[in-house]
């Protein structure tokens, strides 16, 4: 079963600070996901990469920034908290033309 | 134009009930789709991929039509457990990596 792990299941940030979401998946897979979901606006993608050290933008990039250093592991960083990026964010990945495997989601929260 | 729409209900049905679901998609290069379900709080979980010729596993069915370009699904013998979320999925291949686009979800909740 592939397994998709994110740091942490609820994080309090101050606005301002420098927040890193942390993502590993064991099923070495090509592509991994951020997205953000908040009520009425669905699923939004952020960043995604499609290679170690390769990135492409999403829908919702600004204020945002991701790091792929390896294969399994794939970061998003929140460069100044702000309360408009209160939200849940869910990693997934996936092998390429295929469906997703989620992570249980980082529910973010800026005050 | 959204990529992807689907009607946010909610759909409230009963036990028992047959229920469908509609997910209209604009991009007629699209090449695969997926139905998922999301539990309230919990992360998106593949429940079916869906096939040009249509494709069935137990109560649930998935229907394609590229050429109205919308996917369905339909839930038989609704469960009180069926309550939750149903997103559609769309995939695509855009300068040689996969674009997948979410629709906001139809919530489903079966009634005792």
């Known amino acids: 079963d592939v397994k998709v792990t994110q740091s942490s299941r609820y994080l309090v940030k101050r606005t301002g600070e420098k927040v890193f979401l942390e993502c590993v998946q064991d099923m070495d897979h090509e592509n991994m996901f951020w997205y953000r979901q908040d009520p009425g606006l669905g699923l939004r993608l952020i960043y995604f990469s499609y290679d170690v050290k390769m990135k492409e933008k999403g829908d919702i990039p600004e204020g945002y920034s991701v790091s792929r250093e390896k294969k399994e592991r794939f970061s998003l960083i929140l460069e100044s908290a702000s309360t408009n990026q209160t939200s849940m964010y869910l990693c997934a990945s996936s092998p390429g033309g295929s469906s997703l495997h989620f992570g249980n989601g980082t529910r973010l929260t800026v005050t | 134009r959204k990529e992807v729409e689907q009607d946010p209900g909610p759909f409230n049905v009963p036990e028992g009930a047959t229920v469908a679901f509609n997910c209209t998609y604009s991009?007629?290069?699209?090449?695969?789709f997926f139905w998922y379900r999301q539990d309230c709080r919990k992360e998106p979980k593949l429940l079916m991929s869906v096939y040009s010729s249509g494709n069935e596993d137990g109560r649930f069915t998935a229907q394609l039509n590229r050429a109205s370009q919308y996917i369905s699904l339909l839930i038989r013998d609704s469960k009180l457990s069926d309550s939750a979320t149903y997103l559609c999925v769309v995939n695509y291949y855009s300068g040689g990596y996969q674009k997948v686009t979410f629709g906001t979800g139809t919530k489903l909740q079966v009634i005792p």
């Open positions: 991009n007629s290069a699209s090449q695969s």
